[in-house]
């Protein structure tokens, strides 16, 4: 976990002055606030550890405002001491992604918009706003706003990656040894992927590549086609082979 004064740090860093692109400390205290509560909304825990308070201006985090609160109005130097290896690919994504969605508002919108949000309405005022309400809130408006924040797509891959894993591994321990057909395919593991339905065919097409197994009937009930060749029904290779320039013709990537 990284702390909030990185966040903050990091968030500096994507001042461009020369384009007139200035974060002050309005401003930066709520592109801090809102990448915590995209953060629990996506991921299911917290950016950073420091509290973030309900202030009359919105959400502030104190650590960060004893930090900045020199600076007023005006807008604050980039930072000469941000190492990015502190940062891994999961959180840049989100951070760009805050930024790119939230950084083109003022710092005056920017806390307009908080005031309208239950987070900080629902908050004792000076109270501390919790992880949860933030949570809620930024859940239902990611399902609103489903095109805004591209790393939700990227996390739900993920869950649909993990999922598969787990159903292809159960599948396999229970009949990968089995000859018979009918038992490999009515294996509830193995329904459950079809059930996945488009989410699952790079991912059975990955498996044919890498290990070649029955995958074929979700693909074919999946999909709709059946790409393999009479004189290829039985050979498990081939099979693959066809499915996998099936997957290329209809361009999935694996």
Known sequence: ?????QVARYFLTKVNKDAGDLISHLKLQKLVYYAQGLHLAIYGDSLFSEPVAAWQHGPVIPELYDVYKEYGNNPIDCPSNVDFADYDRQ???LLDEVYSFYGKFSASQLRDMTHEEDPWKKAPLNGVISWQSMRDYFQDWLQQH??????VSESKQAEIEKRFETLAMEWELAVGGSSFGAEKYSHPAYQEIIAMGSAAIPLLLRELEQRPNHWFEALRTIAGANPIQPSQRGRIKQMAVAWLQ?????GYQW
């Open 1 to 5: 976990m990284i702390t909030c004064h």
């Open 91 to 93: 959180t840049r994504t």
């Open 146 to 151: 489903p095109d805004q924040i591209k790393a």
């Open 246 to 250: 099936w997957g290329q013709e209809n």
